[in-house]
């Protein structure tokens, strides 16, 4: 069992930043790829970004890339989610996820069977 809790969201006006933290317990943090998700209301959850256990493989959605960045501190159990230049429409809760990918990253969120609990981002002015 990987135990994951999200922090960092917040309001934030458009062109503002912010960063998403992920602390993982539980298991060995450094085995798995870590994902981030998001829901805006009345959509489906999609994918923001994903790294391998590594690091050396990351993945973003195309709405995002160029304005987030996702890395990782396996010595303390941490994913973080870089957002700048925030837009309204990046408005959403945001989830991060882990799975035992081996050296890999995914897309999916089917591929992840731990998730933390979401923390809210809106972007509003």
């Known amino acids: 069992q990987v135990l994951l809790v999200e922090s960092g969201g917040g309001l934030v006006q458009p062109g503002g930043s912010l960063r998403l933290s992920c602390v993982a317990s ?23 970004a994903a790294i391998s256990w590594s690091g050396g493989i990351t993945h973003y ?9 996702i890395s990782r501190d396996n010595a303390a159990n941490t994913a973080y989610l870089q ?10 809760v945001y989830y991060c996820a ?15 069977p731990y998730w933390g609990q979401g923390t809210q981002v809106t972007v509003s002015s």
């Open 26 to 48: 539980g298991r060995t943090f450094r085995n798995y790829a870590m994902g981030w998700f998001r829901q805006a209301p009345g959509k489906e959850r999609e994918f923001v």
């Open 61 to 69: 959605a195309d709405s995002v890339k160029g304005r987030f960045t």
């Open 83 to 92: 957002m700048n230049s925030l837009k309204p429409e990046d408005t959403a």
């Open 98 to 112: 882990a799975a035992a990918l081996g050296p890999g990253a995914a897309r999916s969120e089917r591929e992840y």
